[in-house]
């Protein structure tokens, strides 16, 4: 069974670091991208950026570029979403979600995670 | 960056009721070599994490009742729910994959009449 398990809700203040991370299981992970997705509360999915564990590819949404780092373990089957330093507009659900790969292209999500729920308050 | 837009932003239906859920792509999505289209839709329900119902355009995700369908080619998609239950009570997106960022629709939401 493909499984995306992720890290546990995290409360942290602005201007402190974080790392969540999601952790697959039952597929090859190396052959799959691994993508992250935030959910503001009450609002919309926004697609942050997505990484390919076999060769590092990352790319990422312009929006994300520069305020978040992604990145994979592959011996540990892990990937990661890494804020230096949180604003309180971070606040929100972020989902791992895995993607099918196409001559080098990421598809669609096929299987999600729990999401991890960050909050950023003083 | 494409723009996905969804109509309308909800919807009401009576149980055994047709829901019909439009999306429009600022671009064409359909890549001429493969003559797939690169749209994909999802489900939401409340406080669970998105679920995969379709993807390219119409292919049913395996597990996915027959009761939703999905139709539509270059920058015209729609989603059907034939004969809605109480369990697809839910936020519906669309989303394009065939350029990065792989943007996603503002979500439709689907309620009970």
């Known amino acids: 069974e493909v499984k995306l398990v992720q890290s546990g809700a995290e409360v942290k203040k602005p201007g402190e670091s974080l790392k969540i991370s999601c952790k697959g299981s039952g597929y090859n992970f190396n052959t799959y991208w691994v993508g992250w997705v935030r959910q503001m509360p009450g609002k919309g999915l926004e697609w942050m950026g997505i990484i390919y564990p076999g060769d590092f590819d990352t790319r990422y949404s312009r929006s994300f570029r520069g305020q978040v780092t992604i990145s994979v373990e592959k011996s540990i089957s892990t990937a990661y979403l890494q804020w230096n330093s949180l604003k309180a507009s971070d606040t929100g659900m972020y989902f791992c979600?895995?993607?099918?790969?196409?001559?080098?292209?990421?598809?669609?999500?096929?299987?999600w995670g729990q999401g991890t729920l960050v909050t950023v308050s003083t | 960056d494409i723009v996905m837009t969804q109509s309308p932003d909800s919807l009401a239906v009576s149980l055994g009721e047709r829901a019909t859920i439009n999306c429009k792509s600022s671009q064409n999505i359909l890549y001429s070599l493969n003559h797939n289209n690169y749209l994909a839709w999802y489900q939401q329900r409340p406080g669970q994490a998105p679920r995969l119902l379709i993807y390219w355009a119409s292919t049913r995700e395996s597990g996915v009742p027959d009761r939703f369908s999905g139709s539509g080619s270059g920058t015209d998609f729609t989603l059907t729910i034939s004969s809605l239950q109480a369990e697809d009570v839910a936020v519906y997106y669309c989303q394009q994959y065939y350029s990065t960022p792989h943007t996603f629709g503002q979500g439709t939401k689907v309620e009970i009449k």
């Open positions: 979600a895995r993607a099918p790969t196409s001559t080098s292209h990421p598809k669609h999500f096929d299987s």
